[in-house]
Each structure stands twice: as C-alpha cells, then as structure tokens.
C-alpha cells in the first residue's frame, strides 16, 4: 500500500508541470447545436478520490488514469489503475469518448483488466471490466472537475459474478 500511495503522491506533484504544458483545443468530429463529439484533444491525466463497493459496504478509493488524446475518428485509449482502502486495486486499458455540451462534458469508458482483491470484495475472479460514465465541468484552461460513477464485474466469465459500483470526484489535466 505504500509504494501505491507514493506513486499517487508523485503523480500530483506533477500537476504544476503538466498545467504549464501548452494545450492544444480539442477537434470537433461531429457538432449538433451545442453538441459537440470531440475528435482529437489535448491528452489528460485525471485523478479521483471516493468510495469502492458503493451499494454493499463502501470503502475509500483513489483512482489514477491517462487519457491519449489522439482518437481513431472520436475514440480514444485510456490506462488506469483503481485502488482501495481494503488493498484491492484494479489496472486497467480501455476506449473512451468526449462529448460536451457548452462546459460540460459526458465521458463514458469501457476498459478490461486485471483485479486483486485484498482483504475487500472477491468479483468472481481476476479478469474484470469496467464501465464508468464521468460528468465534469471544463474551465477555460481545460482542465476538468466532475464525478463519475463506475461499475466493475467480471462480465460472467468467472462462476460468481457479485459486481460492485464506485464513485468518485475528479480532477483531469490536459497536457
């Protein structure tokens, strides 16, 4: 647990370096209105703090995830890593999208990867997905704050498939 909390530590130590990165104005790929999907943008590295195992027996959480900004038409790959208070942690490599509305934007991901349970929930087995959908407000820099909500299951491809949902306030930070 340790050594996950000082890469996390290490990881915010960067913002003031990445914040001073020049940023590139995402691509628009499709616009209706207002409405617009977003094709190429800046790459972004987002942070989250909330709870694991929402509905059963709620636990802290921390989440770390790098999202590339260069997208095949509007979607692009992500890396994370989810960990919890229980010693649980998730690494994981996805798809995601970024659609927004004036300020605010709607990211839904679906990633797979790899789970350890530690003294938390068992989900059936190591090979999970997971799904999130992240609302944010965009300031005028591009960096994002908003929440997303998550859900983690092996999908059943393990004999039990118990499942959990997550929660999480986040900060990204384009670069």
Known sequence: MKTRCMIFVLALALIPALQAAAVETPSTYHRLGNWQVHGDSPHYLAFGLGAFDIDEEPVGAARVELRFGRKLFFVGP????????DGGYFG?????????????????????GGYEEGEGIDLGGIFQFRATLTLAYQFDNLSRLGVQLGHLSNGGTHDSNPSEQDAFVTFAIPF
């Open 78 to 85: 992500a890396i994370g890593l989810l960990a919890n208070t």
């Open 92 to 112: 994981y490599a996805g798809i995601y999208a970024d659609i927004s509305y004036k300020n605010l934007v709607i990211t839904p991901m679906a990633a797979g």
